[in-house]
């Protein structure tokens, strides 16, 4: 019955470690997605709101790689990878944990600075920041920080905005013209933000759960191991 017993759980874990391997493609492209999705923002957003996602890469590329060895244990039952194994899905149990919890906190104290940021490049306006805020108010159909008035005198211009602030650029782009797009930058930033934020606790967190499973097979795989290898 043991050995019967010891069978099953070698098979379910053989069969739990496929499954596993995909997921880890599943992190490795939710983490790209998510750093594809901001980073073309990065002049704006803060380093440490891309760390995440790039943990997350580095997570599902070990996680694909331990794949293997879990399914090399479990069918040659060789307890020492297995105890291997294990220990190695917990390490990164703990990153992708961590990455949900870092990404968590992030999404609730990024605000103030990204829009101080926002708010300081408008004021510099430096070559750099042109081409990063033509970018932002293309791709996200937005202008200046709250709204077109970030591009009034009291920050140094005159009566037109960047031609990126309108949604024909080829005509320009002044105060009163219709086609200029009234919600501000900061607000579809911290959308995107708070957005890929959101995706990174989910896959972080839900797929650290899940790990839980393989390291308790594991174990029992091992344990049911020893036992029969283990003089009476």
């Known amino acids: 019955m043991e050995s019967c017993g010891m069978n099953a759980i070698k098979y379910v874990l053989f069969v739990f470690n496929l499954v596993f391997a995909i997921s880890g493609i599943g992190i490795i492209a939710a983490g790209?997605?998510?750093?594809?999705?901001?980073?073309?923002?990065?002049?704006?957003?803060?380093?440490r709101i891309m760390a995440p996602p790039i943990v997350l890469?580095?997570?599902?590329?070990?996680?694909f790689v331990i794949a293997f060895l879990g399914c090399y244990g479990a069918i040659k039952e060789h307890y020492n990878m297995l105890i291997a194994f294990a220990a190695a899905l917990l390490i990164i149990f703990v990153i992708e944990l961590a990455v949900g919890i870092a990404a968590a906190v992030f999404k609730n104290d990024f605000s103030m600075v990204m829009k101080d940021t926002l708010k300081e490049s408008i004021k510099n306006y430096t070559e750099a920041d042109r081409l990063a805020w033509d970018n932002v108010q293309k791709k996200l159909q937005c202008c200046g920080v709250d709204g077109p008035n970030d591009w009034?005198?009291?920050?140094?211009?005159?009566?037109?905005?960047?031609?990126?602030?309108?949604?024909?650029?080829?005509?320009?782009?002044?105060?009163?013209?219709?086609?200029?797009?009234?919600?501000?930058?900061?607000?579809?930033?911290?959308?995107?933000?708070?957005?890929?934020?959101?995706?990174?606790?989910?896959?972080?967190?839900?797929?650290?759960?899940?790990?839980?499973?393989?390291?308790?097979?594991?174990?029992?795989?091992?344990?049911?191991?020893?036992?029969?290898?283990?003089?009476?």
């Open 57 to 63: 890469i580095i997570a599902g590329a070990i996680v």
């Open 32 to 47: 790209a997605c998510v750093l594809a999705d901001v980073g073309e923002f990065t002049h704006f957003v803060e380093g």
């Open 152 to 232: 009034g005198p009291a920050n140094g211009f005159t009566s037109s905005f960047p031609s990126s602030c309108c949604m024909d650029m080829q005509v320009i782009c002044q105060i009163g013209s219709t086609s200029v797009y009234q919600e501000g930058c900061f607000n579809k930033l911290e959308m995107r933000v708070h957005k890929g934020a959101t995706v990174l606790i989910g896959v972080g967190i839900g797929i650290a759960f899940v790990e839980i499973a393989g390291i308790i097979l594991a174990c029992c795989l091992a344990a049911a191991i020893k036992r029969e290898t283990d003089p009476k």
